[in-house]
């Protein structure tokens, strides 16, 4: 049986021993590689030590540390520093200042900002235990400072002072009598809820007055919902508020008398000519129909 011949190669393509000792050096390094390639793939990769993740820095906003004291504030979406003075009975300033503020319109959802003014630090002349101290001899007697010309015998035993009597309280020290501050009839009541105050219907350009003497806080058309608007600041305790006007007669910052003319009746962010007229008490909305003269 003949088996067939293997092909014969020429005799210029045949490779000699030690180029074939060559080729499979070659291949034997390829495969060293490949395989040492392959672990380095297939192990885990290398784990640079970074420490633990920590989040980013959470952005602290202003006031934070006095979220929930009294006297502070919370900023809240739809905010601006002239309704937060209104609803905390105070001078739109006064808080631009407590808070240091540069920008009165530059305040932050989650800002905490002062509404109340801030205590004075009262001089302490006392010791700190706030019980003031009385020089005391041995034998128990208060010594008293002696003159040149009259000597004062020691007491027996040194007599307690009879309490003061307290101060009259001064209740009522910011009561005020108020005048009706347009001539209309009153077409909308207070109800706390969607009106926080009155509307007295008119004629566009009627007079609104000064409901109590006090000073202007506000005037400008910076509050949606009330217009044309002055504030003003009667004193510790109450702010009325005029809004609607078609035109502001007084400045921010004047003083005005009860009963004078500062701004004419008119339309302004509402649907017809009235002056919407607010009382606030410690900042609070209340009737004005309870603080102004039966008619």
């Given at each position: 049986?003949?088996?067939?011949?293997?092909?014969?190669?020429?005799?210029?393509?045949?490779?000699?021993?030690?180029?074939?000792?060559?080729?499979?050096?070659?291949?034997?390094v390829v495969l060293v590689?490949?395989?040492?390639?392959?672990?380095?793939?297939?192990?885990?990769?290398?784990?640079?030590?970074?420490?633990?993740?920590?989040?980013?820095?959470?952005?602290?906003?202003?006031?934070?540390?006095?979220?929930?004291?009294?006297?502070?504030?919370?900023?809240?979406?739809?905010?601006?520093?002239?309704?937060?003075?209104?609803?905390?009975?105070?001078?739109?300033?006064?808080?631009?200042?407590?808070?240091?503020?540069?920008?009165?319109?530059?305040?932050?959802?989650?800002?905490?900002?002062?509404?109340?003014?801030?205590?004075?630090?009262?001089?302490?002349?006392?010791?700190?235990?706030?019980?003031?101290?009385?020089?005391?001899?041995p034998a128990g007697v208060?010594?008293?400072?002696?003159?040149?010309?009259?000597?004062?015998?020691?007491?027996?035993?040194?007599?307690?002072?009879?309490?003061?009597?307290?101060?009259?309280?001064?209740?009522?020290?910011?009561?005020?009598?108020?005048?009706?501050?347009?001539?209309?009839?009153?077409?909308?009541?207070?109800?706390?809820?969607?009106?926080?105050?009155?509307?007295?219907?008119?004629?566009?350009g009627d007079a609104v007055?000064?409901?109590?003497?006090?000073?202007?806080?506000?005037?400008?058309?910076?509050?949606?919902?009330?217009?044309?608007?002055?504030?003003?600041?009667?004193?510790?305790?109450?702010?009325?508020?005029?809004?609607?006007?078609?035109?502001?007669?007084?400045?921010?910052?004047?003083?005005?008398?009860?009963?004078?003319?500062?701004?004419?009746?008119?339309?302004?962010?509402?649907?017809?000519?009235?002056?919407?007229?607010?009382?606030?008490?410690?900042?609070?909305?209340?009737?004005?129909?309870?603080?102004?003269?039966?008619?």
């Open positions: 049986m003949r088996f067939p011949l293997a092909p014969t190669v020429p005799r210029e393509q045949r490779r000699s021993p030690w180029q074939v000792a060559a080729v499979v050096a070659v291949a034997a590689t490949a395989g040492c390639s392959t672990r380095r793939v297939s192990g885990p990769a290398p784990v640079e030590d970074r420490g633990m993740a920590r989040p980013a820095d959470a952005v602290v906003l202003p006031g934070a540390e006095n979220a929930g004291k009294p006297g502070y504030y919370t900023v809240k979406a739809g905010d601006t520093l002239y309704r937060i003075a209104l609803d905390s009975g105070q001078n739109w300033r006064d808080l631009q200042a407590w808070n240091n503020l540069s920008n009165a319109n530059a305040i932050e959802i989650g800002q905490v900002l002062r509404v109340q003014p801030p205590v004075p630090l009262v001089a302490q002349s006392a010791p700190a235990t706030g019980v003031a101290s009385t020089p005391v001899n208060v010594s008293r400072p002696l003159t040149d010309t009259a000597p004062v015998a020691p007491a027996a035993a040194p007599i307690p002072a009879p309490a003061p009597a307290p101060a009259p309280a001064s209740a009522g020290a910011d009561e005020l009598n108020f005048v009706w501050p347009a001539q209309g009839t009153v077409v909308s009541s207070f109800d706390e809820t969607t009106n926080k105050g009155v509307s007295i219907a008119g004629k566009i007055v000064a409901a109590a003497d006090g000073r202007v806080v506000y005037a400008g058309a910076g509050l949606r919902g009330y217009g044309n608007l002055i504030i003003l600041k009667h004193n510790n305790t109450y702010l009325t508020a005029y809004a609607h006007n078609q035109a502001l007669l007084v400045r921010e910052d004047q003083a005005v008398r009860q009963g004078q003319k500062i701004a004419e009746m008119g339309s302004s962010d509402t649907d017809r000519v009235k002056l919407h007229f607010e009382v606030r008490r410690m900042g609070k909305p209340v009737d004005p129909i309870g603080y102004l003269p039966k008619r």
